[in-house]
């Protein structure tokens, strides 16, 4: 499978850059926060407006690092889990839902690709999270979810930049579609311009996109 092959392929994923603690020092710098919140509430009001998300339902955020979409989806729905496998960006997410008298959010200190998950969730989500740019991440998304997925990541070809290296090589959105496509799953594409702050300071706005996949009747 192509994306299977990039992934295997991307550097960063497979390096010791791309653990725990890589993501600890990322969270005492800025607190794991995003640029921006207009793309949390454009899936955030598809969502709702789609009635895949309402007063009783329980979401699963991988990798939230600081809480950015715990805090937004917190308020309209029944429970949010804020799962990481940074201890730090789990802390970082504890403590603003704290300050923002969020209750109703569990936390769970894990790594995906070794989680053993027995039960559904209504809504599983992934946004900007490196340990799902693979199938198998996917498909196993798709597996403990109920009623949707979504799945937030680049919407551009970037094999062979070097210039972002924890977006390089296997995160275009074109994988999970082609994907999703072939294994016969109904899914709307939202696309999303984000504004990335880059290395040298600079902002680069680059084309992102969010995949909300449906599993009702599936």
Not at 40 to 60: C, M, P, Q, T, W
């Amino acid at each position: 499978m192509e994306w299977q092959e990039a992934y295997e392929k991307a550097g960063f994923y497979q390096s010791d850059t791309n653990k725990a603690d890589y993501w600890d020092k990322l969270a005492q710098i800025d607190g794991g926060g995003l640029a921006g919140t207009g793309h949390i509430e454009l899936i955030r009001d598809y969502l709702i407006h789609n009635k895949f998300l309402g007063a009783d339902s329980h979401v699963l955020d991988i990798g939230c690092g600081g809480g950015d979409y715990v805090t937004a989806f917190a308020p309209e729905c029944g429970h949010v889990t804020a799962m990481d496998y940074s201890a730090l960006m789990l802390d970082a997410c504890r403590k603003r839902c704290e300050d923002l008298g969020i209750d109703n959010v569990s936390y769970l200190y894990a790594d995906f690709d070794e989680l053993q998950i027995d039960h559904k969730y209504d809504c599983v989500m992934s946004c900007l999270n490196p340990a799902t740019y693979n199938p198998c991440a996917l498909n196993k998304m798709l597996l403990i979810a109920k009623r949707c997925v979504v799945y937030f990541t680049m919407d551009i070809a970037i094999e062979g930049s070097e210039k972002e290296p924890i977006y390089r090589g296997c995160n275009s959105v074109r994988y999970a579609q082609e994907y999703l496509k072939k294994n016969g799953y109904t899914f709307r594409k939202l696309p999303y311009l984000y504004s990335y702050h880059m290395p040298d300071g600079t902002n680069r706005d680059i084309p992102f996109a969010f995949l909300a996949i449906s599993l009702i009747n599936c």
